[in-house]
């Protein structure tokens, strides 16, 4: 019985279809087998360590290996149909390998951006890789995996890389004239990684007053999260041009707050600096051990001119800029202390006759 069917499956692998099949089915329970059994042993030994990382790069490269497994199949299937690699066999394996290196690439983007982030939240002021660091490697993997991704499938198409190498130089004029926005973009991000006037999580202003934290540096813009809950993209070429305020760089984590404000000419100079004092003494946010100031600073046109100065955290400018007006407003309004407003007097010397 045995050798009967033995010789059974030997007639029938004797026609290039039927063993295609049985190939291609077997690929399948292959590939499922390997999900189910390889990866399950490998995740459930994630499990047991102390980090998640592990965990999310198991996860990232399910597919692609499920996948790996399942084209390799498939490929024996097709030069079991076609042996003598006519036209199928050809085509097949190049279309093979290039699903297989779109899958990978993806996955490979994905597990890099972990695996730096992981190394940057460990590392060291003094550290290579680091959180201000971090977009630049970013960049760098992202570049070298998508390089070589176009190198692969040029290969698997059979297609000369050293014919495009050799004419690179008419093509790179040809791709720069044509993506000249996008090579600004991303020269513009490397530049500014390298020369840090701002990182990740710092608090800037732009030029035309759009306040946020920065929350990505990518290959072609800067994401900002701005104060009312709106996540803008600003090009990185338009900022390495741009003059940027930085609210939380530098050596100290704080800024100062300066208020403006006036009094009529003739009131109690002595009295406004105390009334001044006394609106920013108990103001929330402030940073301690920085006292605020008041100085008298002009005479102006119309108005005694002062300045109160107070230290805080970048993250609590509006508020703490909202609540001194609100105290100093209350306060000289209780004390009857006049802010003057521009005011221009009309003197008519003589009116027309008719109008007289």
């Not at 039927?18 to 999900?35: C, K, P, Q, T």
């Not at 993997?141 to 890389?161: E, G, N, Q, R, T």
């Not at 940073?287 to 100065?309: H, I, Q, Y």
Request: charged share 20%; hydrophobic share 50%.
């Amino acid at each position: 019985m045995l050798g009967a069917a033995v010789e059974w499956m030997r007639a029938l692998w004797s026609y290039p279809w039927a063993a295609a099949l049985v190939v291609a089915v077997g690929s399948l329970v292959a590939a499922w087998v390997f999900e189910r059994v390889v990866l399950g042993v490998l995740r459930r030994a994630a499990k047991r360590t102390e980090t998640d990382l592990d965990d999310a790069v198991l996860a990232l490269l399910k597919r692609p290996l499920y996948f790996t497994v399942l084209l390799a199949g498939l490929d024996w299937a097709v030069r079991l149909y076609d042996p003598r690699g006519s036209t199928i066999e050809p085509l097949a394996r190049s279309a093979f390998v290039s699903v297989g290196v779109v899958l990978w690439s993806f996955a490979l983007v994905k597990v890099s951006g972990l695996v730096l982030k992981a190394f940057a939240t460990r590392g060291t002021p003094g550290s290579v890789m680091q959180a201000r660091t971090l977009p630049l490697f970013d960049m760098l993997a992202k570049s070298a995996i998508l390089a070589a991704a176009i190198y692969l499938a040029m290969i698997a198409w059979h297609i000369d890389v050293g014919a495009w190498l050799a004419s690179a130089g008419i093509v790179g004029v040809a791709v720069g004239l044509a993506a000249q926005d996008s090579l600004a973009n991303y020269f513009a991000g490397v530049f500014i990684i390298a020369d840090a006037p701002y990182k990740l999580g710092d608090v800037i202003t732009l030029d035309d007053g759009t306040r946020g934290k920065v929350i990505d540096i990518g290959l072609r813009s800067t994401r900002i999260h701005t104060r009312d809950g709106v996540e803008i993209n600003v090009p990185n070429s338009i900022l390495g041009t741009m003059k940027i305020e930085n609210r939380s760089g530098g050596p100290a984590l704080e800024e100062r707050v300066t208020v403006e404000v006036g009094v009529a000419y003739g009131s109690d100079v002595d009295e406004v600096i105390a009334l001044l004092r006394a609106c920013v003494a108990d103001t929330p946010h402030l940073v301690e051990g920085r006292p605020p100031e008041v100085f008298f600073t002009a005479f102006g046109a119309s108005s005694l001119d002062f300045e109160v100065k107070v230290w805080i955290a970048p993250a609590h400018f509006e508020e703490v800029r909202h609540e001194l007006h609100l105290r100093i407003y209350k306060a000289l309004a209780k004390a009857e202390i006049e802010i003057p407003f521009p005011q221009t007097d009309l003197h008519v010397k003589e009116l027309p006759p008719a109008a007289a």
